[in-house]
């Protein structure tokens, strides 16, 4: 059975850092597509960054140039660094990875940002 665990969320003031973890255990034995989402209060859960089995990479356009995403590819691990944080920031972030056959998702780390 495999289990995503995030964690480094926290409250952070606007124009902070913060860097989040993902790490799967339990029957990964390749390097799969994963993927950073999140879903602020009252809103629709909305991707975020992703990253491919080959290491391409994607943002959604509110946070190009201030996340990075990138992984280990020895653990699978999948990060996502978060520069300049603002207050729309605010959510709870989710790591997505995805098989050929299921879809797996974290229980989610919260990030703060205060104004």
């Known amino acids: 059975q495999v289990r995503l665990v995030e964690s480094g969320g926290g409250l952070v003031q606007a124009g902070g850092s913060r860097r989040l973890s993902c790490v799967p255990s339990g029957g990964i034995f390749s390097i799969p597509p994963m993927a950073w989402y999140r879903q602020a209060p009252g809103k629709q859960r909305e991707s975020v960054a992703g990253i491919t089995s080959g290491g391409s990479t994607y943002y959604a356009d509110s946070v190009k140039g201030r996340f990075t995403i990138s992984r280990d590819n020895a653990r699978t691990m999948v990060f996502l660094q978060m520069n300049n944080l603002k207050p729309e920031d605010t959510a709870v972030y989710y790591c997505?990875?995805?098989?050929?056959?299921?879809?797996?998702w974290g229980q989610g780390t919260q990030v703060t940002v205060s104004s």
């Open positions: 997505r990875l995805t098989t050929t056959s299921n879809d797996y």
